[in-house]
């Protein structure tokens, strides 16, 4: 049922009995109202109206984030419609866009026919721009910072309706707050971009040893733009890639085997197979690797293609964000744990990134070089496999070097731990309660990570 919001100018309606829920299906709410706005005033008159009610107000972009930052049982607002094009300009390589647009329609739209591209991406791209910010969602690249030091300036709606744009000039320290903010500070209606020339990708990719890499990690890491590597739990290989910029022509034949039915089933059903008897994890996980991986690989393709890879299907995931020079020690005694633990499902891959320090206030890479291993227990099927022990495990080592949570997957950290683990962390508390006083962007999950006193309570 849709419930009209009226104002002099304009009309809105909200949805009543729409649920939302994220793409691994691991988070779901169900909203008051559900709206979709598309035009600045309707979004304006959606926060009029929580207003008077006293509404709690959540905005959301494509869904994708694995925990419940995005839930609400307020006013929802979806911003996947408010997704147009503002400004492009070639001469700067700059664009300017409503937040809500898909990061694959900007670049293959938009970016792309104009000869430009962005600097570096994550692993998906069907995410909408402003979630991608909200969250500081990275990609990989020492010399590059997480996605959001991409950004040159931000316009976002307050809570009390009134329009506001921050940048590198103007609004310095709400800049540095919006780059990262969980959608705490306002509604982002739009987002300018500082891109590059559209360029292609050489990646090459190949298989060794976690010893290997890690006793000559600084010379991979420097040997490549964007250089990664993944580890296939429960055994001691890895896939090591570096992506660099290339003026040769596309060649690219890699994704043969992903891109079919069989290949996305035979893991699904393989990893399936496993829970029932858990202690062949391993043996899947090492035959996998021989079969798909045990042979170096090169392709080249745009960027886009290149930076991207599958996700296959819904998965539990975490993603710990520690300073580089630990990564060794970190990834050694996970192995360890691995090792004692066999029975454990931990599917593939243990994906370790690389990116440059910002000085973003809640950023993961706040202030040091940073490397980010991202775990994860898929559920083929969307059968539940226990992870409990796993990432209390792995959360374990990596809180003792300082680790911070990937602010869009789920944790179990609050505002108290947050604030020894960001320096400017009560500085962002103190902007957030300046630009939304009454709590309207609140949520479960906000509430948790921003506010001492709702532990207290
Ligand atoms: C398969 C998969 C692969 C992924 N790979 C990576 C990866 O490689 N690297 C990485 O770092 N992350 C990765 N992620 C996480 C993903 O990048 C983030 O969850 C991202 O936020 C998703 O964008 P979204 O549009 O779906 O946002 P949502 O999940 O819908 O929202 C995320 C947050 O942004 C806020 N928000 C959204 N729009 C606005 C707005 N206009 N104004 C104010 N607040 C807003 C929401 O309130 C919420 O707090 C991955 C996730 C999945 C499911």
Same mark, same amino acid.
């Given at each position: 049922?849709?419930?009209?919001?009226?104002?002099?100018?304009?009309?809105?309606?909200?949805?009543q009995g729409r649920s939302f829920t994220n793409w691994a299906t691991t988070f779901t709410c169900k909203p008051e109202l559900y709206f979709e706005p598309t035009t600045t005033e309707e979004i304006i008159q959606i926060l009029k109206e929580a207003r008077r009610l006293s509404k709690r107000v959540k905005v959301?972009?494509?869904?994708?984030?694995?925990?419940?930052?995005?839930?609400?049982?307020?006013?929802?607002?979806?911003?996947?419609?408010?997704?147009?094009?503002?400004?492009?300009?070639?001469?700067?390589?700059?664009?300017?866009?409503?937040?809500?647009?898909? =990061?694959?329609?900007?670049?293959?739209?938009?970016?792309?026919?104009?000869?430009?591209?962005?600097?570096?991406?994550?692993?998906?791209?069907?995410?909408?721009? *402003?979630?991608?910010?909200?969250?500081?969602?990275?990609?990989?690249?020492?010399?590059?910072?997480?996605?959001?030091?991409?950004?040159?300036?931000?316009?976002?709606?307050?809570?009390?309706?009134?329009?506001?744009?921050?940048?590198?000039?103007?609004?310095?320290?709400?800049?540095?707050?919006?780059?990262?903010?969980?959608?705490?500070?306002?509604?982002?209606?739009?987002?300018?971009?500082?891109?590059?020339?559209?360029?292609?990708?050489?990646?090459?990719?190949?298989?060794?040893?976690?010893?290997?890499?890690?006793?000559? =990690?600084?010379?991979?890491?420097?040997?490549?733009?964007?250089?990664?590597?993944?580890?296939?739990?429960?055994?001691?290989?890895?896939?090591?890639?570096?992506?660099?910029?290339?003026?040769?022509?596309?060649?690219?034949?890699?994704?043969?085997?992903?891109?079919?039915?069989?290949?996305?089933?035979?893991?699904? +059903?393989?990893?399936?197979?496993?829970?029932?008897?858990?202690?062949?994890?391993?043996?899947?996980?090492?035959? =996998?690797?021989?079969?798909?991986?045990?042979?170096?690989?090169?392709?080249?393709?745009?960027?886009?293609?290149? +930076?991207?890879?599958?996700?296959?299907?819904?998965?539990?995931?975490?993603?710990?964000?520690?300073?580089?020079?630990?990564?060794?020690?970190? =990834?050694?005694?996970?192995?360890?744990?691995?090792?004692?633990?066999?029975?454990?499902? *931990?599917?593939?891959?243990?994906?370790?990134?690389?990116?440059?320090?910002?000085?973003?206030?809640?950023?993961?890479?706040?202030g040091r070089d940073t490397c980010f291993i991202n775990i994860l227990v898929y559920r083929p099927y969307g059968k539940f496999i226990p992870y409990a022990n796993y990432w209390a495990a792995y959360e374990n080592i990596v809180k003792r070097v300082g680790g911070r949570p990937h602010w869009a997957k789920a944790?179990?950290?609050?505002?108290?731990?947050?604030?020894?683990?960001?320096?400017?962390?009560?500085? +962002?508390?103190?902007?957030?309660?300046?630009?939304?006083?009454?709590?309207?962007?609140?949520?479960?999950?906000?509430?948790?990570?921003?506010?001492?006193?709702?532990?207290? *309570?």
């Open positions: 049922m849709k419930v009209s919001v009226n104002m002099a100018s304009c009309k809105i309606s909200g949805e959301c972009g494509y869904g994708h984030s694995p925990s419940d930052i995005a839930c609400t049982d307020g006013y929802m607002i979806d911003m996947r419609r408010f997704n147009q094009l503002i400004d492009i300009n070639e001469k700067n390589c700059t664009v300017k866009v409503q937040s809500g647009c898909l =990061l694959k329609d900007l670049i293959d739209d938009v970016l792309e026919p104009h000869g430009m591209a962005m600097q570096n991406i994550a692993a998906i791209s069907e995410v909408t721009i *402003a979630g991608m910010i909200c969250t500081g969602t990275h990609g990989t690249g020492a010399n590059y910072g997480i996605i959001s030091t991409q950004v040159l300036e931000i316009e976002l709606i307050t809570a009390a309706g009134k329009e506001v744009i921050c940048s590198h000039t103007e609004n310095t320290d709400l800049f540095r707050a919006a780059c990262c903010s969980l959608g705490a500070l306002g509604v982002i209606t739009a987002v300018t971009l500082q891109c590059e020339p559209a360029f292609k990708l050489h990646q090459r990719q190949w298989p060794g040893t976690l010893d290997e890499v890690l006793d000559n =990690l600084d010379e991979h890491i420097a040997s490549s733009e964007h250089f990664k590597f993944s580890l296939m739990p429960h055994t001691e290989s890895v896939l090591m890639s570096r992506m660099d910029r290339t003026k040769e022509p596309v060649s690219d034949v890699s994704s043969w085997f992903w891109s079919t039915f069989v290949g996305y089933h035979c893991v699904q +059903f393989a990893y399936w197979l496993s829970s029932f008897f858990p202690s062949t994890v391993g043996f899947i996980n090492r035959t =996998l690797f021989y079969l798909l991986f045990s042979k170096p690989l090169e392709r080249i393709n745009i960027s886009r293609k290149v +930076f991207n890879f599958d996700c296959f299907f819904p998965q539990y995931v975490t993603d710990w964000a520690i300073p580089r020079e630990h990564t060794a020690t970190v =990834l050694r005694e996970l192995r360890a744990w691995l090792r004692e633990n066999p029975n454990q499902a *931990a599917h593939f891959w243990i994906e370790v990134r690389f990116c440059r320090s910002d000085n973003i206030m809640i950023s993961p890479a706040y944790h179990k950290e609050t505002a108290k731990e947050f604030s020894h683990m960001y320096p400017e962390f009560n500085k +962002f508390c103190e902007i957030r309660q300046k630009m939304d006083p009454q709590g309207m962007f609140l949520n479960a999950y906000l509430e948790r990570v921003l506010c001492m006193d709702s532990q207290q *309570a």
